[in-house]
């Protein structure tokens, strides 16, 4: 079954350094997400993508993040500048379509580990 | 705002039933989701619910929603050990393509041999 698959599973970075986590979407899907997960609380939505453009994002989704699908199979997320409170679960997820009845697949996660 | 609200706990037997509870707040919601997720992996769907519908049946799994009551459950039938897991529940509203889901913290099932 196709999946999601998400790159790294875990990466460990410096304050104030760029990180680039990488997600393959499943083939098909049209529609990307990135969700992040802080340790103990909520899943939290923070962009959608779509057409190359970004369809929402969260106030979590500040001028300090960005998203790329810089060809026809990725999908990025950068943080420019890390900040100890960004260290999180990051996961990516697809959907054939962006409507409620076109669930989103998701993939394993990148745990990101900010010292 | 839009809010999902989980019990952060459950415990059963083996080959007991387990029900899984949650509450939401929004009431455009047009889709309600179960993810699970065990141990170090990702969030795998398990099933999800129109709003218009009251119950959806999966062989294991029975998902009921009190739409009145904004109440969802999931129910597993015969749990086994492997289904030892957290439970998501999350909502997709209705306003217009990429909706973004809304979560619950989870709820973590263990099942006792």
């Known amino acids: 079954e196709p999946e999601v698959t998400q790159t790294p599973s875990h990466q460990v970075t410096q304050m104030g350094q760029e990180v680039i986590l990488r997600c393959v979407p499943i083939s098909n899907h049209l529609y990307f997400y990135w969700y992040r997960q802080i340790l103990g609380q909520k899943v939290e939505f923070l962009v959608s993508?779509?057409?190359?453009?970004?369809?929402?994002k969260s106030e979590i989704f500040d001028d300090q993040f960005s998203v790329e699908r810089p060809d026809g199979s990725n999908f990025t997320l950068k943080i420019r500048s890390t900040k100890l409170e960004d260290s999180a679960m990051y996961f990516c997820a697809s959907s054939v379509r962006g409507l409620s009845n076109q669930p989103q697949h998701f993939g394993d996660g990148t745990r990101l580990s900010i010292l | 705002g839009e809010d999902v609200e989980q019990s952060l706990f459950l415990s059963v037997r083996e080959g007991d039933s387990s029900v899984i509870n949650c509450t939401y707040t929004?009431?455009?919601?047009?889709?309600l989701y179960w993810y699970k997720q065990e141990p170090g992996a990702g969030l795998q769907l398990l099933t999800y619910i129109f709003s218009n519908m009251d119950m959806k049946q999966d062989q294991r799994l029975t998902v009921l929603l009190n739409k009145k009551d904004k109440h969802l459950s999931l129910r597993i039938a015969d749990t086994q050990t492997g289904d030892s897991a957290i439970y998501f529940c999350a909502e997709g509203g209705n306003a217009g393509n990429n909706r973004k889901l809304i979560w619950g913290l989870g709820t973590s099932l263990a099942v006792n041999p």
């Open positions: 929004d009431s455009s919601s047009t889709y």
């Open positions: 993508f779509y057409n190359n453009e970004i369809s929402e």
